[in-house]
């Protein structure tokens, strides 16, 4: 009896490491085969399934990308962790209204972008510009500083570029694809994506001359930042992460969440929600336009033309009175602080005088009260 109860423990022991071990490949194999399945499959695998394996993935795969995007924009390690963890909240909650998943990267993009830059202006209103506490350096030499705002300088451009355009040079320019797995990735022809690529380094070109650099040095900077932090993602910040999402989207321990992380995905959610709105208000009114403009040129064209006095004119006279009038000057037009208004507009709403191509970080009052100088974070001064 008691040498059946020793060898029923024997097997016992002997089962359970096999389970074990079962368990263990058959993860594996599971990683292995979404490591396989494009951007598209796994977020309708996690929109449908809840699959938290897909979703890890999308972590995994693109969170160099979104890390980077953080940390170049932020200079603090706390808050470029907590804007990174935003992001992906952001993706977990608002996955299944991507229309176009095949081009992830580029959505990411975005809303890192976004997410980091909300985050800087937190901290620019709670920490003074010549105070800030927990530098990621604690004193960076100027070769850095001035690394780092290139790096800025680069992001804040491609976030300006349309979608269509974005989607190639955020594939291949900052992910390091090559043209033939981006195509292959979004589904376009080979040569639609190098026009496309093509067209968004041109329109980079032009954007950056203006402002004094030359994208060639852009890129450079940015090489230089991804070679520095080539390690990725920590394994911890990512574990974390994919907790911290799944747990937001469920709505249990949500009081585990770090409070700057929830705040900064809840209000870029919010301006998120306000754009589309606003999307939406502005093809409403443009839909009402066009029927308007229908219903005016209706009644024009169904209306009987009246008895004119031009009928009763030589036609030399009508052909030479025509060309006087396409002759005439075009009156030039202006807004109310005599700034010229391109062709065509009769108004604009504010004005071109203190316009900055990033957030206006301070401003000052002249003594006599006639001048108003603002600053932005780039360093632009407007009078």
């Known amino acids: 009896m008691k040498g059946r109860q020793l060898q029923s423990k024997v097997d016992l022991m002997a089962v359970q490491p096999l389970g074990a071990v079962l368990?263990?490949?058959?993860?594996?194999?599971?990683?292995?085969?979404?490591?396989?399945?494009?951007?598209?499959?796994?977020?309708?695998?996690?929109?449908?399934?809840?699959?938290?394996?897909?979703?890890?993935?999308?972590?995994?795969?693109?969170?160099?990308?979104?890390?980077?995007?953080?940390?170049?924009?932020?200079?603090?390690?706390?808050?470029?962790?907590?804007?990174?963890?935003?992001?992906?909240?952001?993706?977990?909650?608002?996955?299944?209204?991507?229309?176009?998943?095949?081009?992830?990267?580029?959505?990411?993009?975005?809303?890192?972008?976004?997410?980091?830059?909300?985050?800087?202006?937190?901290?620019?209103?709670?920490?003074?510009?010549?105070?800030q506490g927990n530098p990621m350096v604690p004193c960076e030499p100027p070769m850095e500083v001035a690394l780092r705002e290139l790096q800025v300088l680069l992001h804040e451009e491609v976030n300006r570029l349309p979608e269509k355009l974005r989607v190639p040079f955020v594939l291949c320019c900052l992910e390091g694809k090559s043209q033939t797995e981006a195509a292959s990735q979004l589904g376009w022809k080979c040569g639609t994506l190098s026009g496309r690529l093509a067209q968004a380094r041109e329109r980079l070109r032009h954007r950056l001359i203006s402002r004094g650099v030359t994208l060639s040095t852009l890129l450079g900077a940015f090489a230089l930042s991804s070679s520095a932090a080539s390690a990725g993602v920590p394994a911890a910040l990512a574990a974390t992460t994919i907790r911290t999402a799944l747990a937001f989207i469920s709505g249990e321990a949500v009081g585990t969440i770090s409070a700057q992380a929830l705040s900064l995905a809840e209000s870029v959610m919010k301006a998120m929600a306000l754009t589309k709105c606003k999307g939406g208000v502005i093809l409403a009114l443009a839909a009402a336009g066009l029927v308007t403009g229908v219903g005016l040129a209706y009644q024009a064209f169904s209306t009987k033309p009246a008895a004119s006095a031009d009928r009763?004119?030589?036609?030399?006279?009508?052909?030479?009175?025509?060309?006087?009038?396409?002759?005439?000057?075009?009156?030039?037009?202006?807004?109310?602080?005599?700034?010229?208004?391109?062709?065509?507009?009769?108004?604009?709403?504010?004005?071109?005088?203190?316009?900055?191509?990033?957030?206006?970080?301070?401003?000052?009052?002249?003594?006599?009260?006639?001048?108003?100088?603002?600053?932005?974070?780039?360093?632009?001064?407007?009078?």
């Open 312 to 383: 009763e004119l030589p036609r030399r006279q009508v052909q030479r009175d025509t060309r006087t009038k396409i002759a005439e000057p075009k009156e030039i037009r202006f807004d109310q602080f005599g700034d010229p208004l391109p062709p065509g507009a009769v108004a604009r709403v504010g004005t071109m005088r203190l316009r900055h191509g990033s957030q206006v970080y301070c401003l000052a009052f002249s003594p006599d009260g006639r001048l108003i100088a603002s600053g932005s974070f780039h360093g632009e001064l407007c009078l």
């Open 23 to 131: 368990r263990h490949i058959r993860r594996l194999a599971n990683a292995q085969a979404a490591q396989s399945l494009p951007d598209r499959e796994l977020l309708h695998s996690f929109i449908g399934q809840r699959d938290d394996r897909a979703f890890s993935e999308l972590v995994n795969r693109h969170g160099k990308l979104v890390f980077y995007v953080c940390r170049q924009v932020l200079r603090h390690e706390q808050d470029a962790e907590d804007a990174f963890q935003a992001t992906f909240m952001v993706l977990a909650k608002k996955a299944e209204s991507i229309r176009k998943r095949d081009s992830l990267s580029s959505w990411l993009y975005g809303v890192a972008y976004r997410t980091a830059m909300k985050a800087k202006a937190n901290a620019a209103k709670q920490n003074p510009p010549m105070n």
